[in-house]
């Protein structure tokens, strides 16, 4: 079993920015797909990043381009999220997800296996 640990969520004002961290204990992995997700209130969750096994491939959703970037450290077992010039439509919680067996980038929350718990992002305007 694999636990995910979301950490580093807040309340900022817009144009700020945060660092969300996702460790991964247990039956841990380095290899593995990782990837963000968000989930605003009364809103589907959303694709927000994913990052392959090698942290070589990234692909972001068209609303954090430019502005989000998620890296890796495959010897913490760690995925980052650094979140610049936040607006406020970036409120949600913010949830990491993991796939022990793809090495490439994933963007259908399906096809992930493990989940954090989420943390609270909010950004006031």
């Known amino acids: 079993q694999v636990q995910l640990v979301e950490s580093g969520g807040g309340l900022v004002q817009a144009g700020g920015s945060l660092r969300l961290s996702c460790a991964a204990s247990?039956?841990?992995?380095?290899?593995?797909?990782r990837g963000w997700f968000r989930q605003a209130p009364g809103k589907e969750r959303e694709f927000v990043t994913a990052?392959?096994?090698?942290?070589?491939?990234?692909y972001y959703a068209d609303s954090v381009k430019g502005r989000f970037t998620i890296s890796r450290d495959n010897a913490k077992n760690t995925v980052y999220l650094q979140m610049n010039s936040l607006k406020p439509e970036d409120t949600a919680v913010y949830y990491c997800?993991?796939?022990?067996?793809?090495?490439?980038?994933?963007?259908?929350?399906?096809?992930?296996?493990?989940w954090g718990q989420g943390t609270q992002v909010t950004v006031s305007p």
């Open positions: 990052i392959s096994r090698s942290g070589g491939a990234t």
């Open positions: 997800a993991a796939d022990p067996s793809w090495a490439g980038v994933l963007v259908d929350a399906a096809e992930y296996d493990y």
């Open positions: 247990g039956r841990t992995f380095s290899s593995n797909a």
